[in-house]
Each structure stands twice: as C-alpha cells, then as structure tokens.
C-alpha cells in the first residue's frame, strides 16, 4: 500500500525505479574481452584453423593436427630456444626426433626465430620458397607446431609436416 503522502512524481520515480532493478537483474553481465592468446597459448584448434586458412587460400586440400608431431616438434623448438640457434639439427635429427616422439612416416620441417604471432611465423614461411613448398604440400596430410620463448624473451617456432611414405614414391 502506498502511504497517501506521496506525490505522483515520487510513485513514478518509485515504480521506474524497480522497474530498472527487476531489469539489471535479468541481464546477463557483459563477458570480460577475451585477451588475444600467446603463442605459448594457442589450442591445437586454432593452429590448425591457422595453417588450413593458408592452405585453403592457396588452393590446398587442409591438414589433420598430429600430437606426435606436436611433440617432435616442440622437442625441436625447445632446444633451439635453449641454445638461442635457429638450426634443423642441432645434434638430434629430424628424423631421429619423429621417431622418438612415435611418428613413422615421411615428413618436412619449417623453422622459424623472432615472430611474435603464428600469422606472422606463417607469413615468414609463405615469403620462402622452401617453406612455402613444404606447407602447401599435397604430399603431406598432416602436421604438429610448437613454440618456445628464450629466456630472454625471443620466440622459436618449428612445424612439422607429415604423412605417408607412398605419396613420396616415384614409380617407372
């Protein structure tokens, strides 16, 4: 009940005011922005959206992500990291790492220092011809990617692309 010694104003002023209340507790609250994501913290997901957005520009069929090759590559990364040498053998070979890390099948790798984002690292490989030929291989099916930041801050990329041996028979 509304006592008799309040005014229109003050009961429309009341009513709007609840009105408001009931309203802001209804909305949904606003999500914090989303901070854009750190190499060292990109999801398998949006690497491989990464890669397969540049292969599909370049009229090449997408690629599967291989944990395995994550793994030999990030064995890759780390060591470079380590020692501060952008180098595709620094006393362990590339095949060596694929087989410890359980891949058995053909593969390729591109290396890279200083990009500070996965599109720049991409673009780095797209502007070499080698690079570029290994990551627009049909040859390849799939792949792994890591990074590592040295101590000092310097990031290291290093991606592995693989696939089956047949593709890489020549027959007469």
């Not at 802001?24 to 606003?30: F, H």
């Not at 994501?37 to 370049?58: C, F, G, H, W, Y």
């Not at 060591?79 to 501060?84: F, G, P, Y």
């Amino acid at each position: 009940m509304i006592p008799t010694t309040t005014t229109r104003r003050g009961f429309l002023m009341l009513g709007a005011a609840m009105a408001l209340s009931a309203c802001a507790s209804t909305m949904p609250a606003l999500a914090p922005a989303a901070a854009a994501p750190t190499p060292e913290t990109l999801t398998p997901d949006q690497i491989m959206s990464a890669v397969n957005a540049v292969r599909k520009a370049n009229g090449a069929a997408p690629w599967s992500y291989s944990q395995s090759l994550e793994n030999a590559a990030r064995s890759q990364a780390r060591l470079m990291a380590q020692r501060d040498t952008l180098s595709h053998d620094l006393g362990v070979t590339l095949r060596e790492r694929v087989t410890a890390a359980g891949y058995i099948g053909a593969v390729g790798e591109n290396l890279a220092r200083g990009h500070t984002s996965l599109e720049a690292a991409l673009q780095g490989w797209m502007n070499s011809a080698g690079h570029r030929g290994t990551l627009l291989s049909p040859k390849f099916t799939e792949f792994g990617l890591a990074v590592t930041r040295t101590q000092a801050g310097r990031l290291y990329w290093a991606m592995i692309a693989g696939g089956s041996f047949d593709a890489w028979r020549v027959y007469q």
